[in-house]
């Protein structure tokens, strides 16, 4: 089958048989080493229309193009024909030279294919006619339908009988001309070139650039309704205007503001917002003065702006620094004295944007302020964010004397995908309509976890379409997108969107805040684009508000995917929360069995040690501090032939409330480093008792896994005889040697820890975490008992402590050597003097300074 140009081919109909007749006998009979293209004119028009260059006028109805046959031109002609005086005849009595039409058209078309190549494609084209509806056979044909060039005289012609065979008589006639013309078989490129030529393949889609152009020239022209509002405001002095984002509002009071200006008025135009503000100012710049000669223009200011001047008016201007007290209060005093006492200045005419956020006392002072003067306030209920005061347009219409607000329900500025989302989530009472085209392209919504990753891709597809980057907003919630690699030079403003509102930009790109999804503060984002936005999500964001904001809800049921994994998510939180429920239920049960009932309790006057016969160790439970729990811990650990599991705070990695958490003390000869381990207790099912274990993960289905059931214990248990009573004995004579024997550096700085009071405790607790090296952190809380005993202004020397410690605790000699323990001392009181309890004087010497308020942040570079 041949190469066809148009692909679908003409459609028949009843008048008009003969030519799509001819492209479907030659599309089945010529071979795909042949191009055929129908009806030049067609393509001439695009041709002009793309290039505008100088195309051929005559008409051709088929070309047919092959390598090594050449180029042949086909005229068609329907109807049942007679020839009369050499002119072909239709029925209807209309005359005609079929021959001479088709000579002309490939005149003109291989001239023109000469120029558009650059004169480099110089080629001579053979031609025929078809009569499809006729018969030529066995009559004596005119001498026009012969042609005489060749050797041979060749019939030019083909009629009804020749259609089955068509495919052949072309091939012949083409090898005719071929000859008859002297042309060299066409190079597959100059074919191609001149199918491209003929054919041009332009894209007729605008481009981004363009469509923002063509955007910004149609949505700031006025819109019937808009004409007929600014008609009504020019009748009625006092107006308010309401409307949603995207209305043109602003657009009109810009508008309104022109007209008073060229009616020799001076107009204040008050807004709320700084960027609009500037971008009002921008669009009113040939007609904003601040001018003191009075002259016509435009004033554009922002309500604090007008504050500032009115408090600098009064001689008050120091009031402004006070921060939040001028904004809550001093701001509007000042404006409302100045206004009292005629400091304000003088204008003509009043416009507000934005005035949903006035306050109605403001109102009230501007009313005062304008008395009898033309005054519009625009304003948009569904545009004031939750920390926001909002006046409504029935009570600024009440205050400022107006009739019922107008409502401009015609969308201008949003495309139509944007502008049926917010539709979608914030419903209105009223109908309200876009003007755009449905361009589905021009919103895209995208949920990915990585959300700098899809920015990052959004802004390098900006960059693809051309956009320049002053023409695009990144519009953020809370917290700006940290940008890599110099994406930030690629976006024109980066914008938080409580600072964005009345502004606008062809291109908006909406940065996700990990956890909510306000609907009103991301309408007002969606609402900035006038030609494209693109919103990212991290899919988090709705499985937490899924519940609780439309956006989340309509984004997800029109997303099956996310919807899918919104709707998994769920499920398997559902499942870990009855996991918790179930795991609340049993430890609250379990609590009850606590102690174990295996375990013993030795108790003493300051100290309730427990034996454990399944563990072969002591368990210390917790003590009125931390760190008296773990100086015990370590004073039994040290004295004891046995391990100690002192239970201590959880926190960090792993830490579930319901659960004990106990640190092990490895019995130890060696002060300087006690091995500990941490662990939490539960109740195992397999051992039926409170069991060492490690809190797993809290999607695993079991939370909390035992450590004992992994290893059982083969020693002798120690204290349980087979005589219980000596076994008690034994047990308790042990705990007693540990309690009597009050001498290691562990249970002296217990005692010296005992006469700190609770803020002086809390103190050292917060800055002496426990660490590896036992005596290191013993030698900081020695040193601190020693520092805070004294008044401040007190010296205190390192090598005093350490004299009177090591002799007075005969202990440390059996355990470490001096200078270990003078290590010790001199780290904890580097440590005191880092966090402020003391101030070096010179080595080894401190003064003891007041803690007062105390400085949590160590300073750099101590000694
Ligand atoms: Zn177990």
């Not at 001439?44 to 005559?58: C, F, Y």
């Not at 339908?145 to 068509?166: A, H, M, N, Y």
């Not at 917060?766 to 660490?771: L, R, V």
């Not at 090296?773 to 004294?790: D, K, Q, Y």
Request: net charge neutral; proline share 5%.
């Amino acid at each position: 089958m041949a190469i066809l140009y148009p692909k679908g081919g003409p459609v028949k109909n009843e008048s008009y048989t003969a030519e799509p007749t001819v492209y479907y006998a030659l599309a089945r009979q010529l071979s795909d080493d042949f191009v055929v293209i129908h009806s030049i004119p067609w393509l001439a028009q695009v041709a002009k229309e793309v290039d505008g260059r100088n195309v051929p006028t005559g008409e051709i109805d088929f070309l047919i193009l092959h390598q090594t046959l050449g180029i042949l031109a086909l005229e068609v002609k329907g109807g049942k024909i007679h020839y009369e005086h050499n002119m072909a005849v239709l029925p209807n009595g209309d005359r005609f030279d079929p021959v001479a039409q088709v000579r002309r058209g490939i005149h003109g078309l291989s001239r023109w294919i000469f120029n558009a190549s650059g004169s480099d494609i110089s080629y001579r084209f053979g031609y025929g006619v078809v009569f499809p509806q006729s018969m030529v056979k066995g009559r004596v044909l005119p001498p026009a339908l012969i042609d005489t060039t060749g050797e041979k005289p060749q019939s030019i012609c083909f009629d009804q009988q020749d259609l089955s065979i068509i495919g052949n008589q072309v091939m012949m006639l083409m090898h005719y001309w071929q000859i008859a013309l002297g042309n060299h078989p066409l190079s597959p490129t100059t074919l191609h070139t001149i199918v491209k030529l003929l054919l041009p393949d332009p894209d007729l889609t605008p481009t981004w650039v363009e469509r923002i152009e063509l955007t910004k020239q149609h949505h700031l022209l006025l819109t019937a309704q808009q004409s007929m509002r600014l008609q009504q405001i020019a009748k009625h002095p006092r107006f308010v205007l309401t409307g949603r984002s995207g209305t043109g509002k602003t657009l009109l009071a810009i508008e309104y503001a022109r007209r008073l200006v060229s009616q020799d008025k001076r107009v204040l135009f008050l807004v709320y917002n700084v960027a609009l503000t500037t971008a009002i100012k921008k669009e009113l710049r040939d007609l904003h003065r601040w001018d003191p000669q009075q002259r016509p223009g435009v004033v554009v200011r922002n309500y604090h702006e007008l504050c500032r001047f009115a408090a600098l008016k009064l001689g008050r201007a120091s009031e402004q620094e006070k921060g939040k007290r001028w904004y809550t209060t001093l701001a509007h005093q000042a404006f409302h004295d100045a206004i009292q006492n005629n400091l304000m200045g003088s204008y003509d005419a009043l416009i507000i944007d934005e005035g949903q956020v006035f306050h109605k006392d403001w109102l009230t002072d501007l009313q005062q302020w304008f008395t009898s003067k033309p005054l519009l306030i625009c304003c948009d209920e569904t545009q004031s964010f939750s920390y926001e005061h909002k006046t409504s347009a029935e009570e600024i219409a009440h205050i400022i004397n107006a009739p019922s607000p107008f409502t401009l329900t015609y969308n201008m500025r949003s495309p139509r995908p944007i502008f049926d989302r917010l539709e979608q989530v914030i419903t209105s009472h009223y109908e309200q309509q876009s003007q755009r085209d449905d361009e589905q392209d021009t919103l895209q919504e995208r949920a990915n976890p990585d959300a700098l990753e899809e920015l990052h891709k959004a802004i390098k597809q900006l960059q693809t379409d051309h956009i320049p980057p002053e023409h695009i907003m990144v519009i953020y919630w809370k917290t700006s997108p940290t940008y890599r690699d110099g994406f930030e030079k690629l976006v024109g403003q980066t914008i938080s969107v409580y600072k964005c509102r009345g502004i606008e930009a062809p291109v908006v790109i909406i940065w996700p805040y990990i956890d909510t999804i306000d609907d009103i503060t991301w309408a007002c984002a969606y609402s900035r684009a006038t030609s494209r936005c693109i919103a990212i999500y991290k899919p988090i964001t709705f499985l937490k508000h899924y519940d609780e904001y439309q956006f989340a809800k309509v984004l997800a049921s029109g997303t099956p995917r996310l919807s899918q994994w919104i709707h998994q998510r769920k499920e398997q939180e559902r499942q870990q929360q009855e996991l918790r429920e179930a795991h609340k239920k049993e430890t609250q049960e379990l609590r009850a069995l606590w102690p174990s009932p295996s375990w013993q309790i030795v108790a003493f006057e300051n100290i309730a040690l427990q034996w454990s016969y399944s563990w072969q160790a002591w368990y210390l439970p917790k003590q009125s501090t931390q760190i008296e729990t773990l100086l015990w811990a370590m004073h039994v650990a040290i004295t004891s032939p046995y391990d100690v599991y002192a239970e201590v705070q959880g926190y960090g990695i792993g830490y579930l409330p319901g659960y004990r958490y106990i640190r092990k003390f490895l019995s130890s000869t060696k002060a300087n480093k006690i091995t500990q381990e941490d662990f939490a207790i539960g109740w195992c099912k397999t051992c039926q008792s409170w069991s060492r274990g490690q809190i797993v993960s809290m999607s695993h289905d079991s939370i909390w896994s035992c450590s004992d059931c992994s290893h059982i214990t083969t020693q002798t248990p120690s204290y349980s005889d087979t005589n219980e009573q000596g076994g008690k004995l034994n047990l308790l004579r042990s705990a007693q040697q540990i309690v009597m024997q009050d001498s290691t550096v562990f249970s002296i700085a217990l005692s010296d820890w005992a006469e700190l009071h609770s803020e002086q405790q809390r103190f050292v607790e917060e800055h002496c975490q426990n660490t590896e090296e036992s005596l290191n952190w013993v030698g900081r809380i020695i040193t601190a008992t020693e520092i805070l005993a004294l008044t401040p202004g007190s010296l205190v020397e390192t090598a005093i402590i350490h004299r009177l410690s090591w002799d007075g605790i005969p202990w440390l000699a059996t355990a470490i050597t001096e200078e270990q323990w003078l290590d010790a001392l001199v780290l904890g009181m580097r440590l005191w003097a880092r966090y402020k309890a003391v101030r070096r004087k010179s080595k080894g010497v401190y003064e003891v300074l007041s803690l007062g308020p105390i400085d949590a942040e160590p300073t750099k570079g101590y000694v």
